[in-house]
T-cell receptor, first 113, second 113 residues
Framework: AQSVTQLGSHVSVSEGALVLLRCNYSSSVPPYLFWYVQYPNQGLQLLLKYTTGATLVKGINGFEAEFKKSETSFHLTKPSAHMSDAAEYFCAHLSGGYNKLIFGAGTRLAVHP | KAGVTQTPRYLIKTRGQQVTLSCSPISGHRSVSWYQQTPGQGLQFLFEYFSETQRNKGNFPGRFSGRQFSNSRSEMNVSTLELGDSALYLC????????????FGPGTRLTVT
């Protein structure tokens, strides 16, 4: 079965430090991959997506992710964390066509002064 | 352009009752998907509707059902509520088939007592 694995349910960084959130997927076909962010009591907001083409994808709020087929990874990074980045982040990929998203378990990012 | 709206935002029901949740997609979007989010199971796909037809269904019991109207608005129904149905129910809309993005609403928080 297709799945998405996010390493680390909680990540804590200092303000200004590099943010690295890890995501690995299992799929036998090139996937469509997404990163979403969820703030408390809100829905999901799309940060970025990979479909085809350039493997380095830039998203909103300074985030980017690199698709590495050989490693089946799609890690999310941001060079300098802001306090406002504190939220839960979900990696997802489409399964079986249409709009069925398979989500990872999520990583809660804490940013401290 | 208005985003995805979900009503009600909060709901408290008693075991055995049934509930109907509503989702209004972004104008022009024809695909509506539903997801259940719980602390234990994370984000799970319920079903997707496109032009009033269910195209995809997740692994949920038959107590969970949905429908889509000609104006693309969608409803989901849960009959004979169980305590385990307490969750955040998220609706997402999309223009059509992938790789169009899915845009999420704020969710309906259902509590079953």
């Amino acid at each position: 079965a297709q799945s998405v694995t996010q390493l680390g349910s909680h990540v804590s960084v200092s303000e200004g430090a590099l943010v690295l959130l890890r995501c690995n997927y299992s799929s036998s076909v090139p996937p469509y991959l997404f990163w979403y962010v969820q703030y408390p009591n809100q829905g999901l907001q799309l940060l970025l997506k990979y479909t085809t083409g350039a493997t380095l994808v830039k998203g909103i709020n300074g985030f980017e992710a690199e698709f590495k087929k050989s490693e089946t990874s799609f890690h999310l990074t941001k060079p300098s964390a802001h306090m406002s980045d504190a939220a839960e982040y979900f990696c997802a990929h489409l399964s079986g066509g249409y709009n069925k998203l398979i989500f990872g378990a999520g990583t809660r990012l804490a940013v401290h002064p | 352009k208005a985003g995805v709206t979900q009503t009600p935002r909060y709901l408290i029901k008693t075991r055995g009752q049934q509930v109907t949740l509503s989702c209004s997609p972004i104008s022009g979007h024809r695909s509506v998907s539903w997801y259940q989010q719980t602390p234990g199971q994370g984000l799970q796909f319920l079903f997707e509707y496109f032009s009033e037809t269910q195209r995809n269904k997740g692994n949920f019991p038959g107590r969970f059902s949905g429908r889509q109207f000609s104006n693309s608005r969608s409803e989901m129904n849960v009959s004979t509520l169980e305590l385990g149905d307490s969750a955040l129910y998220l609706c997402a809309s999309s223009l059509g088939d992938p790789p169009y993005e899915q845009y999420f609403g704020p969710g309906t928080r259902l509590t079953v007592t």
